[in-house]
């Protein structure tokens, strides 16, 4: 089955860059995407990327696939004590097909501490 | 994306009780999902709500604990049966196949019922 993999801590400085890490198996997934979960709140998709591509930046975001590895990573520029949260990985699941069927695996989460 | 809610956002529940929790989006969608997030845990989903038909179920999730309805695209319920401490978890419905989304994966959550069971 799907399994997905992230560190689950990482801390670092107001205003470094956090990069967080995602290891994925299921080579058939289409999109790949970060959510993020502030204390007491549901997930909130934050980006994402389709599986033919290499990178995608989104502001302060980006993210790069290396599919032949199936790692994804998450980097935030300027990281700020606002962008302390959880941060999840999420695969989608094809069905033998090779169509989806709209299920996601996720991964364990990564707490991310921004120190001021 | 769409505007989803929850109710109610906390409870705190008494051991061989029940609880029913409401999940309202303000658009028709194709999928609705319900999961629960023990505390330090990731997501794990209990099954998929089907309009019209009985939900599907994860591995490890049965009807009979966790009745759930979807009457119309709009709007689903999950029931936790029979409560034990063990179910005190955050219980989050998602939904996918939004018009105008990203594919028909991507799922946009609501904000979560944190559900206590004494």
């Known amino acids: 089955g799907e399994d997905v993999e992230q560190s689950l801590f990482l801390s670092v400085r107001e205003g470094d860059s956090s990069v967080i890490n995602c290891t994925y198996t299921d080579s058939s997934s289409t999109y790949l995407y970060w959510y993020k979960q502030e204390p007491g709140a549901g997930l909130q998709l934050l980006t994402y990327?389709?599986?033919?591509?290499d990178m995608k930046q989104d502001q302060r975001l980006t993210v790069l696939l290396n599919k032949k590895d199936k790692h994804l990573s998450l980097r935030i520029a300027d990281t700020q004590t606002g962008d302390s949260a959880i941060y999840f990985c999420?695969?989608?699941?094809?069905?033998?097909?090779?169509?989806?069927?709209?299920?996601?695996?996720f991964g364990q989460g990564t707490i991310l501490t921004v120190h001021p | 994306s769409a505007v989803i809610s929850q109710k109610p956002s906390r409870d705190i529940c008494q051991r061989g009780t029940s609880l029913t929790i409401q999940c309202q989006v303000d658009s028709q969608v194709t999928m609705m999902f319900w999961y629960r997030q023990q505390p330090g845990q990731s997501l794990t989903l209990i099954a998929t709500a089907n309009q019209g038909s009985e939900a599907t179920y994860e591995s490890g999730f049965v009807i009979d604990k966790f009745p759930i309805s979807r009457p119309n695209l709009t709007f689903s319920t999950l029931t936790v049966s029979n409560m034990s401490p063990e179910d005190s978890s955050i219980y989050l419905c998602?939904?996918?196949?939004?018009?105008?989304?990203?594919?028909?994966?991507?799922?946009?959550f609501g904000p979560g019922t944190r559900l206590t069971v004494l």
């Open positions: 999420a695969e989608s699941s094809a069905n033998a097909g090779g169509t989806s069927y709209g299920k996601l695996t």
């Open positions: 998602s939904v996918g196949g939004l018009a105008g989304a990203i594919s028909t994966d991507t799922q946009y």
């Open positions: 990327i389709f599986s033919n591509m």
